[in-house]
């Protein structure tokens, strides 16, 4: 939950204040729910009669037991509150809330909306006759206070309430990503010490320096392509343990490598269904944040939150027939070893192979098995770039049981062959 502390520690907010005064000439001040000073930018006593009043421990708490009613009465009701102070001058509150909890209030005012006259003196003096307070001491500075019209006292009452409520959505905002910070950190360290005590077991010498695994990675497309949120940020968080531990040092490195994540991610969002145009817009965004990032927690936040983008533009896709090309989709990634055909796959969404055909086309502007060809390519190049794949085990792992027919696909694909594609990605590592 938000605090006033927090609201207030930034500094934005003492900022936001002395504009107001900028822009209105009426000073605006913080106030606990107890009516206590917590933020003031300018004196209290600028005004004279609240300099006068605030001379005395009573007059204090009379002010502070004033602005503590008004801000209870402005949370009530949801909007800025005018009031009268015990000293007579006018003021006004705007509640900070956040949820159903007073932090407290944004105070201003201390004017006076009529021409003083004889009753004003005597009222004030009436008020504040026990403070050791003279009416010629009210007398003398009544001229001096500042005075405002109603539609002026209006106005910047409705801005200042526009204040009060930006303050606790931007700081509840921020609070919710220093958490979501936190909680990152926490899930990564758990999965880097695991990391670490798995290859503590597997081998006698040092951790084995190596990128995250292709496996992984197929693993997280296709969670990404089903929509299972909680599933592909427990995926990611292992990638990521992995990723510090090979380059825990090179914060260019880990960009790299995260940037090419997002690719990957935004591959398989538009494969889901997500609009193409969209995730464009998202990677565009995503690159532009990446580039002013300096810290690794906060590059692995990002990471997260590109996640999260790609899978709400999944969820949101258009729902027609996408569910069901969606579905293939999902099927053919996670069985890029097998021997699929169009009838395997029709069979998983209860279609005719010829329905689902068209159906597919008429999606993704290409055919199944044409597809199903470039997924497997993509992953094939993915296993390849892992210095300790063979080709023989690559072909098997995208559904070629000859190693020889694969060598041929990849070199009529790419123009080079499968052997000499790995040393090149390897020596670029």
């Not at 009530?76 to 015990?86: A, M, R, V």
């Not at 201390?110 to 009210?138: C, K, N």
């Not at 936190?182 to 990391?195: K, N, P």
């Not at 300096?294 to 590059?299: G, S």
């Amino acid at each position: 939950m938000t605090s006033l502390h927090e609201i207030v520690a930034d500094g934005a907010l003492s900022q936001v204040l002395r504009s107001f005064k900028e822009a209105t000439g009426i000073a605006a001040r913080v106030v606990s729910p107890d009516g206590d000073p917590v933020l003031a930018p300018s004196p209290w006593e600028d005004c004279f009669l609240c300099a006068l009043v605030r001379a005395s421990g009573e007059g204090r708490c009379r002010c502070a037991q004033s602005y503590a009613r008004a801000a209870q009465q402005a949370s009530s009701i949801g909007e800025p509150y005018t009031f009268q102070c015990h000293a007579g001058l006018i003021c006004w509150a705007a509640p900070l809330v956040a949820g159903d909890e007073l932090l407290g209030s944004i105070l201003c005012g201390q004017v006076m909306m009529w021409d003083p006259d004889d009753f004003f003196v005597d009222e004030v003096a009436q008020r504040t006759h026990d403070l050791g307070i003279h009416r010629s001491q009210i007398q003398a500075i009544v001229p001096r206070l500042e005075q405002i019209s109603p539609r002026r006292v209006q106005s910047a009452a409705e801005l200042l309430s526009a204040m009060a409520t930006y303050m606790v959505q931007s700081e509840d905002l921020a609070l919710r990503q220093r958490n979501e910070i936190y909680r990152q950190q926490r899930l990564l360290g758990e999965a880097i010490q695991e990391r670490k005590r798995l290859e503590h077991q597997l081998f006698a010498g040092p951790p084995v320096r190596s990128m995250y695994s292709p496996i992984q990675e197929r693993e997280l497309m296709g969670a990404v392509r089903s929509g299972r949120r909680t599933e592909a940020k427990r995926m990611l968080n292992e990638l990521l343990a992995r990723v510090f531990l090979t380059e825990p040092a090179r914060l260019d490195i880990i960009k790299a490598r995260l940037l090419e994540l997002a690719v990957f991610l935004s591959r398989a969002a538009v494969e889901a269904g997500a609009e193409p145009q969209l995730i464009l817009g998202l990677n565009y965004s995503a690159v532009q944040a990446l580039s002013r990032l300096d810290a690794f927690e906060d590059i692995c936040f990002w990471i997260v939150g590109v996640l999260d983008k790609f899978l709400d533009a999944v969820a949101n896709a258009p729902q027609s027939h996408s569910g069901l090309v969606r579905e293939c989709i999902c099927f053919m990634h996670e069985n890029l070893n097998a021997r699929l055909s169009v009838t395997d796959i029709a069979e998983q969404v209860h279609l005719s192979p010829s329905r689902l055909s068209h159906l597919f086309k008429a999606e993704t502007g290409i055919s199944i098995m044409g597809y199903l060809a470039r997924a497997r390519l993509d992953e094939a190049k993915r296993l390849l770039a892992s210095p300790n794949a063979s080709v023989a085990r690559v072909a098997e792992q995208v559904g070629f049981a000859d190693p020889a027919h694969f060598s041929r696909y990849f070199k009529r694909a790419e123009g080079i062959s499968p052997s000499d594609y790995r040393q090149r990605a390897i020596t670029a590592e």
